[in-house]
């Protein structure tokens, strides 16, 4: 599944460079208003985006709650176990939670800039925790 999967995003990356070669265009935006009209090439664009910032975000957090509450408690010297849960199973606040909350926090400013430039901060935040 996972390599079907991409298959599909190098066939649809391959796809949108025939695309921008065939319009002369080099945005994403400009390139689905070309090819499905001002309306509904607009809202392509802005929910694909949309989708993408949004599943990169959940994607980001998951990757730092999993990697930081091991690196917390070593530093700490805590059970990793403990800071992943409540002090009781009903609790809904947790180390874990509070960490996830504090990386979306962090995230959020830096992935909801108008220009690709300005996520480059986030970008490289997310290079290095890997």
Do not use: H
Not at 33 to 59: D, E, H, M, Q, Y
Request: glycine share 14%; with cysteine; net charge positive.
């Amino acid at each position: 599944m996972l390599a079907f999967m991409g298959f599909l995003s190098g066939y649809s990356g391959y796809l949108l460079g025939i695309a921008a070669r065939k319009t002369g265009l080099s945005s994403y935006e400009g390139i689905a208003v070309r090819t499905l009209g001002p309306k509904f090439g607009k809202g392509i664009a802005l929910f694909s985006v949309i989708g993408v910032t949004f599943s990169a975000g959940i994607a980001y957090t998951s990757l730092f709650g999993d990697t930081g509450i091991p690196i917390i408690s070593v530093i700490s010297g805590a059970n990793p176990v403990d800071l992943a849960k409540g002090s009781n199973s009903a609790d809904l606040f947790s180390f874990r939670t509070g960490w996830l909350m504090f990386c979306t926090l962090c995230e959020f400013p830096m992935s909801i800039r108008r220009q690709m430039s300005g996520v480059s901060a986030a970008s490289l935040i997310s290079i290095i925790s890997m």
